[in-house]
């Protein structure tokens, strides 16, 4: 099942594109929570929805786009996980670092995840505890790296005083800055080693790239050093949590 979904979230990709690539100003729309949206956000949800609901029929999936109510969810054992594009003020700043994550939940963890970046044309995913990176036609699995200096990875676009006071504890380390979920992928194939993050982040922000991670031999967990829980819960918010090779 892992390809046909890596074909769904390139089927998307390819619906994010079509918005992108038009030279004519984005129309952005803003949620509740002041979080921007656009029309490719929607198109991608679109197209990952119906793809998921024809291929297991029996499973709900929960879209940033479309989230279900508590009441709803409340007994999901097993559910799809989507942010049709993550990243999106990455999107409107045409800076191609936004992406398509997939993932699959089953009790508390990700078991499959895919997380696909339509402008550089690179897929990362993950199942049954592997994680492979394809590129130009070539997959290749990939697994974390130790490297001295670190390298850290942080957000592009939010950035706190705590994690700049953790940065400052942290001892010898490079930097760099990446959107989407991108990061968790640097971490997975071995060019970055830690990626801690303190800002507000959804379920859907992290379980694809939570899955990749891990599979590749990450460790992703919040700060009291419990595993990220994808049980479902009334709050679709995360604690602060930590990806990081030890």
């Known amino acids: 099942m892992l390809e046909q979904i890596c074909q769904l979230a390139r089927d998307a990709g390819d619906a994010i594109m079509r918005v992108y690539d038009d030279q004519v100003p984005l129309d952005v729309a803003h949620k509740s929570d002041d979080s921007p949206v656009t029309a490719a956000d929607i198109a991608a949800h679109r197209v990952i929805v119906a793809g998921l609901q024809a291929l297991t029929p029996e499973l709900p999936v929960l879209s940033e786009e479309d989230p279900a109510g508590w009441e709803v969810r409340q007994h999901w054992q097993k559910y799809w996980l989507v942010d049709p594009l993550d990243g999106t003020k990455e999107f ?133 050093g419990k595993t990220l829980d994808y049980t479902p819960r009334e709050s679709f918010l995360n604690p602060g949590f930590r990806v990081s090779v030890y």
């Open 92 to 224: 409107i700043k045409r800076n191609g670092e936004f992406t398509v994550n997939i993932s699959l939940i089953e009790g508390v963890k990700p078991v499959l995840g895919v997380v696909y970046a339509p402008v550089l044309k690179v897929i990362y995913s993950a199942a049954e505890g592997k994680a492979w990176k394809e590129e130009d036609g070539h997959k290749m699995q990939i697994q974390v790296q130790n490297a001295h200096p670190p390298l850290v990875v942080v957000s592009r676009s939010d950035s706190d005083s705590k994690l700049e006071y953790y940065l400052s504890q942290l001892g010898e380390h490079q930097t760099t800055a990446i959107g989407s979920s991108l990061k968790f992928c640097l971490v997975a194939e071995g060019k970055a080693q830690l990626y801690p993050r303190f800002g507000p982040t959804n379920i859907w922000d992290t379980g694809a790239g939570h899955a990749v991670a891990a599979a590749a031999g990450a460790h992703v967990h919040d700060w009291q």
